[in-house]
C-alpha cells in the first residue's frame, strides 16, 4: 500500500472513531450540563409515565386534584423532549423524531386535552408520546 493512502485510511480511521466516541457521550450526557440520560429517565421521564399510566388508563382521574397531577405530569415529559433535543445530546434522526414527533407532539396533545378534562383526547396523546420509549431506546439503549 503506498504511503499516502495509508496515511489517508489512518485519518480516516481516526475521524471516524472520534465520531463515534462523541455520539456515545452525547446520548448519555449533554455536553455542557451534569444532568445524564440516565437521571434525567430515572428521575422525571419514567415516573411521570407511570403516574400518567395510573391516573389515566388503570383508573380514570375523578376530581381536580387528579386532574392537576396529569396536567404535571404530562408537562415534565413534554419539557424532557426540549431538554433531550438541547446540549449536543441528538445523536440522529431517530432521537430526533422520538424527542419531537412522539414525545413533544403527544404530550403537548395529552396536555391540552387534560386541560379540557377529555379522557379519550388524553388517552391517544397518551399513546403517541409512548411510542418515543421504544423508538428510541431500540437504537439508543443499551
Ligand atoms: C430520545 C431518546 C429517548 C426517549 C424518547 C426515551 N428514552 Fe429512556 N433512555 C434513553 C437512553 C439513551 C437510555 C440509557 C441511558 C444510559 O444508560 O446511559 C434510557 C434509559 C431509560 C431507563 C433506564 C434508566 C436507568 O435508571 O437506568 C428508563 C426507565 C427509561 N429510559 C424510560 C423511558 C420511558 C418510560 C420513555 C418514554 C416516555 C423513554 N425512556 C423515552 C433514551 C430515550
Given amino acids: 500500500m503506498k504511503k499516502q493512502t495509508s496515511f489517508a485510511l489512518l485519518v480516516l480511521l481516526a475521524f471516524g472513531a472520534t465520531t463515534l466516541m462523541s455520539t456515545i457521550a452525547q ?4 455536553k455542557t450540563r451534569p444532568l445524564t440520560t440516565e437521571q434525567l429517565m430515572a428521575a422525571i421521564v419514567k415516573p411521570h409515565m407511570t403516574a400518567l399510566k395510573k391516573g389515566l388508563v388503570d383508573s380514570k382521574p375523578a376530581s381536580d386534584e387528579d386532574w392537576e397531577k396529569l396536567a404535571l405530569s404530562v408537562s415534565l415529559l413534554n419539557e424532557s423532549s426540549f431538554i433531550m433535543m438541547e446540549d449536543g445530546r441528538c445523536p440522529d434522526q431517530v432521537w430526533a423524531d422520538a424527542c ?5 407532539e ?16 388524553a388517552l391517544a396523546g397518551v399513546k403517541q408520546l409512548s411510542a418515543s420509549c421504544k423508538a428510541c431506546h431500540t437504537k439508543h439503549k443499551e
Avoid: E, M, N
Fill in 27 to 30: 446520548v448519555k450526557k449533554g
Fill in 106 to 121: 403527544g404530550s403537548a396533545s395529552a396536555a391540552a386535552a387534560i386541560a379540557k378534562k377529555d379522557v379519550d383526547a
Fill in 100 to 104: 419531537v414527533k412522539d414525545l413533544r
